[in-house]
């Protein structure tokens, strides 16, 4: 048994629409294939004594233990590997549950399919099942000690991986709204919503949040002068550069007691409080100075009470936490050590901020806390005696949190909403000292210690007392006001071809609407007209470019099968989902080898609309047409046939369809006909005599109206969109070249083939063609080249891709020819293996009035050598004549 690949889904895709996030391994079973595992000597037992938790797993049997009752009667491994790999990672404290095990068209390789949380545990657990599943057939069992490791393994990767708990807060809400979200490649930004619609954090700062109020925060002495200023109690205090400072300090402030901090210090590190004693606060100074950048320590007066942290967004207070440092309550029988190690054992605790709360931590500022009250680690403490670890009350270094949220004084609330309109912090946590906050601040003698910005949020969504508080929901309420739109209009286009022209074509309509558009093509990631990225970009990398660009107001994405198959779709939903066809193309790769297979595979697209979106149709293809039937959201059909059976129903049914009749593209919208404009008035059509790009016309124009744009807009779009090498290249470029005119297509499947072929055949003069094909293409796709060539072409020059894709050099060629020979044997036909050298020929050798077609493996190459004979047949009518 052994793993052939690994791919990671993060997407809509093939496998799921709803479950994005999955593993897809590819295993080779070997000498395992024809082997179930009732075949297996005491897999069974083996199962079942490592792994008893399995029972929990229903499988198909829809009940407890149906799954062990599957592996008993003989189920294969590939099935099993699926199981475990959810069940070590459900161990590990990732919840998942879905899995699908199918085999490929080659024999004992299946792709086994699994959810995961993070993606880097899920890869390890589908190799974790894997060594599993070979050790129990090989010895019965697999060491505890294994599986103790794997499911340590498991769990580091996923704190390592995962969220922190402030981010994690406001990402929850995120969900629930269905805001989408996405990881931005720097500083650990959050991007929120897409494109123009977006927002930032990181952490609990937002891209709202002033720089400004950011720095006067973290200045704690300027915080607290400001403050002072206006009013807000705040303590008394100085800062002091040097020892020798400190004892005039300590007296400024009134004498003992005092705490001692650093200036610019986080997270309660180098605080020292309640210091009574001038060597305590020399050693409070020396630890307060290493703390702070600047070296700078502020000496306060010292204000007993309770420490408390007011939470206020967006000018309002929207949570309020009593924090209590770390500490232990004795029972008269345990030493303080085992009363720490049993509250460590709280499953809420763990390392830094991962959990709920953190584990409490001996060192030697514990060991002085405990000291000053009169204890050791090995002192037994009495019973309901509580000894403190910490003096100041951070969650981070084990304190825990007490919701006071509704048991603040109002006077404090708009005090606390005041001092953070004064910082100018959008998002701030106020620490304040009282001995009772349900009292006017005034009243107890209490005062403002701080203002934080980015405050953490976990003391107040996951309190260890009292009631959690949704404070994502407030961030969430102040990014995106009145439930502000989230999401920009997202189009996302597919089939297996005129993917490129309908997605330029279709950009370029939503351009006359004064709108920023981004799109992505074959050739290029574009924001209006300007290349952002050259190259294939077709996958869910480049769609996700676009939909990061904070200055994009529509995105169109052309969707290909390759980066669906490799990562599924960039985004969660789309508004209009447009499917042009379907046809044997790419088979055989990717675990794709029958025409329905890539059916669903394009359907991933239609089936990713929202509710209220459209999915654009074409009824004149039955695989696409049939894809309406598994749809959640409304549909509309194109049609070159205005009597076609779906289009007549549909619109009985005041559907929306677009259709080709009497020369116009019309839209139907019920028993309404909206003429779009005649086929030769748009550049596209080659004057209407080219089917297909009429078909692909028809596409953007109804993706567009379904989308709101107006008809007028629409019409202007098509009347000045042009298929030139400029605007599209490689998509029907038609070039004058002196007597002789020149085709230049990416076609490279038989489907596309005919497309153009349909326009050549309306040529009144020669056609010569230059033709190849991709040579990870089935045989029987290439020869159906060579058959169509022999349809079309007067001569045809066969020649190769540069990259042979698993080929031999000639052998592509040498089956193309076998097709031209099987329709005309009498073809004039010609190899010449080199792309570059088969072009000039065919360019050099034109006769007049003639048309050569020329599909490139690469485009700007072909173009390049176009235009190159184009300017020498210039450069030679410019010369003058001898006399």
Known sequence: MRILKTQTLRGPNYWSIRRSKLIVMQLDLEELTEKTSNEIPGFYDGVIEVLPSLIEHHCSRGHRGGFLERIKEGTLMGHIIEHIALELQELAGMPVGFGRTRETSTPGVFNVVFEYVEEQAGRYAGRAAVRLCKLIVETGTYPSGELKQDLADLQELHANTALGPSTETIIKEADARKIPWMWLSARAMLQLGYGARQKRIQATLSNDTSILAVELACDKEGTKNILGSAGVPVPQGTVIEYLDELSQAIADVGGFPIVIKPLDGNHGRGITININQHSEAEAAYEMASKASKTRSVIVERYYSGNDHRILVIDGKVVAVAERIPAHVVGNGKYTIQQLIDITNQDPRRGNGHDNVLTKIVIDQTSQAVLAKQGYSLDSVLPDQKTAY???????????????????????????????????????????????????????????????????????????????????????????????????????????????????????????????????????????????????????????????????????????????????????????????????????????????????????????????????????????????????????????????????????????????????????????????????????????????????????????????????????????????????????????????????????????????????????????????????????????????????????????????????????????????????????????????????????????????????????????????????????????????
């Open 389 to 883: 670890l910490r003096a100041t009350a951070n969650l981070s270094t084990g304190g825990i949190a007490v919701d006071r949220t509704d048991e603040i004084h109002p006077e404090n609330i708009w005090l606390a909403q005041r001092v953070a309109k004064i910082i100018g912090l959008d998002i701030a946590g106020i620490d304040v000292v009282t001995p009772d906050i349900s009292k006017p601040l005034r009243e107890t003698k209490g005062v403002v210690v701080e203002v934080n910005a980015a405050p953490g949020f976990r003391m107040h969504a996951a309190p260890s007392h009292g009631l959690p508080r949704n404070v994502g929901a407030s961030v969430l309420e102040m990014l995106f006001p009145e439930q502000a739109p989230t999401r920009i209009p997202i189009v996302a286009i597919t089939g297996t071809n005129g993917k490129t022209t309908t997605t330029r074509l279709t950009a370029h309509i939503y351009r006359q609407t004064d709108k920023v558009v981004g799109f992505t093509a074959t050739d290029g990631i574009y924001i209006q007209e300007y290349l952002v990225e050259q190259g294939d970009n077709t996958g869910p990398y480049s769609a996700g470019a676009i939909l990061k660009d904070p200055t994009v107001e529509v995105a169109v994405l052309e969707t290909a099968r390759g980066g669906i198959l490799r990562s599924g779709l960039a985004f969660d939903s789309c508004d209009i989902g447009v499917v042009l066809n379907v046809a044997a193309d790419h088979l055989g790769l990717g675990g794709i080898d029958t025409i329905e297979q890539m059916a669903q595979v394009k359907a991933v697209v239609a089936e990713t609309v929202k509710p209220e979106g459209y999915a654009i149709l074409n009824a004149d293809d039955p695989l696409v047409a049939a894809m309406a039937e598994k749809l959640n959201c409304k549909v509309a059909y194109f049609s070159m046939n205005p009597d076609n059976p779906i289009i007549i129903e549909h619109s009985r049914r005041n559907g929306l369809a677009a259709i080709y009749e009497d020369g116009y593209l019309s839209i139907l919208e019920g028993t309404w006909t909206l003429r779009v404009e005649k086929a030769v008035n748009i550049p596209m059509t080659m004057g209407g005599m080219a089917p297909f790009m009429i078909a692909n016309a028809l596409a953007s124009c109804l993706a567009t109206f379904a989308q709101g744009v107006d008809i007028e807009l629409i019409r202007q779009g098509v009347r000045t969109f042009t298929t030139s090498a400029e605007q599209t290249p490689g998509r029907m470029n038609l070039f004058e070249v002196k007597d002789y005119h020149v085709l230049l297509d990416y076609a490279h499947n038989p489907h596309g083939f005919k497309a153009v072929g349909d326009f050549v055949r309306n040529w009144q003069g020669v056609k010569t063609g230059v033709v190849g094909g991709p040579g990870d293409r089935r045989d029987e796709d290439l020869i159906l080249l060579g058959n169509i060539s022999a349809q079309i072409f007067d001569r045809i020059i066969v020649k190769e891709d540069q990259d042979p894709r698993g080929r031999e050099p000639g052998e592509v060629a040498d089956i193309i020819v076998k097709g031209i020979c099987q329709a005309n044997p009498n073809a004039t036909y010609e190899i010449m293996l080199d792309e570059t050298n088969a072009i000039n020929i065919a360019l050099n050798q034109a006769q007049a009035e003639s048309l050569v077609v020329v599909f490139p493996e690469k485009v700007e190459l072909a173009i390049s050598l176009i235009k190159q004979i184009m300017e020498s047949e210039q450069l030679k009518i410019a010369l003058p004549r001898p006399s």
